[in-house]
């Protein structure tokens, strides 16, 4: 059974950081690339970075470049997402989601405010 | 790249069949085969139910179907039970080499 688990979510001041983890099991993380997405209150779901499996290649949403950074584990099987200079915008849900947005996790929270 | 575009509510009673609709281009939907729907209730994960456009995953119901034809995807579940009331939302893979989403469609059982 895929299993998908997120953990590092909060609350935060705005500027401030966070560090959210997935931890992988169930599939050959190592073969997949790996999502986090987010989702804000009542809105639809958005991409916010992807890695490949080798970690050589990354995206960002523009609305995340050069605040966001995506990295991954294989050893660990988890893939990370270090969030800085936090703004009130990117409150919402965020998932990490395995190749193809199959498999999802529950969610972790972050909410941005002062 | 902007956001599919979906009904943002539907409704229907017990056994009747819906449609849901996914309007996007020639750079996500019109152009790939890469279309997923999911279902999401309140304080959920999102769940596949489609990908790839037409195919079900292992232990979704079989009165979830998915369509595409040029740049709209469609979703129709059959036999509507209480328990599909729900959150639907499309995605696709673009030629940006990201997945966009839909805005999301209620779907309310009368």
């Known amino acids: 059974e895929v299993q998908l688990v997120e953990s590092g979510g909060g609350l935060v001041q705005p500027g401030g950081s966070l560090r959210l983890s997935c931890a992988a099991s169930g599939f050959t993380f190592s073969s997949s690339w790996m999502h986090w997405v987010r989702q804000a209150p009542g809105k639809g779901p958005v991409c916010v970075s992807h890695?490949?499996?080798?970690?050589?290649?990354?995206y960002y949403a523009d609305s995340v470049k050069g605040r966001f950074t995506i990295s991954r584990d294989n050893a660990k099987n988890t893939v990370y997402l270090q969030m800085n200079s936090l703004r009130a915008d990117d409150t919402a849900v965020y998932y990490c989601?395995?190749?193809?947005?199959?498999?999802w996790g529950q969610g972790t929270l972050v909410t941005v405010s002062s | 790249q902007s956001a599919l575009t979906q009904p943002a509510s539907v409704s229907g009673s017990p056994g009747q069949s819906i449609t849901i609709s996914c309007t996007g281009t020639?750079?996500?939907?019109?152009?790939?085969?890469?279309v997923s729907w999911y279902q999401q209730h309140p304080g959920k994960a999102p769940k596949l139910m489609i990908h790839?456009?037409?195919y079900r995953p292992s232990g979704v119901s079989n009165r979830f179907s998915g369509s595409k034809s040029g740049n709209t995807a469609s979703l129709t579940i059959s036999g509507l039970q209480a328990e599909d009331e729900a959150d639907y939302y499309c995605?696709?893979?673009?030629?940006?080499?990201?997945?966009?989403f839909g805005g999301g469609t209620k779907l309310t059982v009368l």
């Open positions: 790839d456009a037409t």
């Open positions: 890695i490949n499996k080798e970690a050589t290649s990354t």
């Open positions: 989601a395995n190749e193809g947005l199959r498999d």
């Open positions: 995605s696709s893979f673009t030629s940006s080499g990201t997945w966009v």
């Open positions: 020639s750079n996500d939907i019109g152009f790939y085969n890469y």
